[in-house]
Nanobody
Framework: QVQLVESGGGLVQPGGSLILSCAAS????????VAWFRQAPGKQREWVTG???????AYADSVKGRFTISKDNAKNMVYLQMNSLNPEDPAVYYC?????????WGQGTQVTVSS
């Protein structure tokens, strides 16, 4: 059983930045791909970015150039650096790990963008 815990969400002004963190029990991130998703009120959960076990990354077009995913295997942490936040970005952000054909999700962290 893997447990994921996101943190770092909060209120930020348009154009501002936040860093989200995702912590996992055990060393789950070192050998598995991890992704960030987000879900805004009334919308479906959408994929934002992902990182493979060997560090390759991919981004949704809506965040490309603004968001950066990274991980620290030694600390068993995955991060999401979010810059130039805009009114399209507010949502609950979730990290997801796929392990042995099972998806594990965290509880999410809320990101609000408002002046």
């Amino acid at each position: 059983q893997v447990q994921l815990v996101e943190s770092g969400g909060g209120l930020v002004q348009p154009g501002g930045s936040l860093i989200l963190s995702c912590a996992a029990s055990g060393n789950a991130f070192s050998r598995n791909s991890v992704a960030w998703f987000r879900q805004a009120p009334g919308k479906q959960r959408e994929w934002v970015t992902g990182i493979t076990s060997d560090g390759r990354t991919a981004y949704a077009d809506s965040v490309k150039g603004r968001f950066t995913i990274s991980k620290d295997n030694a600390k068993n942490m995955v991060y999401l650096q979010m810059n130039s936040l805009n009114p399209e970005d507010p949502a609950v952000y979730y990290c997801k790990l796929r392990l042995a054909m099972t998806d594990y999700w965290g509880q999410g962290t809320q990101v609000t963008v408002s002046s």
